[in-house]
């Protein structure tokens, strides 16, 4: 069984839908190249809040309520 190393890169289309990568690969290696659009999403900022801090969890009172529930 051969392993696969993943490569992962981020960068702009230019003009006329092209990219270009560099990669750590012996030149004439074949690559498979899956391309995943990212688009903008109007709750990133909210997710990323969300996962900035998690002090809105650490509530005595609410965990006192819940151990008595």
């Known amino acids: ?8 890169a981020a960068t ?3 003009a ?3 990219i ?4 750590p690969m012996p030149e ?3 690559v498979e190249v899956v391309v995943i ?5 109007e709750f990133q900022d909210l ?8 002090d809105f969890w650490d ?3 609410d965990d006192a309520e819940w151990n008595h529930a």
């Open 59 to 61: 509530n005595p009172i």
């Open 37 to 41: 659009p990212q688009d903008t999403d």
């Open 28 to 30: 004439g290696s074949q």
């Open 47 to 54: 997710r990323d809040a969300a996962m900035l801090t998690t």
């Open 16 to 18: 006329g839908g092209k």
């Open 1 to 8: 069984m051969r392993l696969r190393r993943a490569f992962t």
């Open 20 to 23: 270009e990568l560099t990669l």
């Open 12 to 14: 702009k289309v230019q």
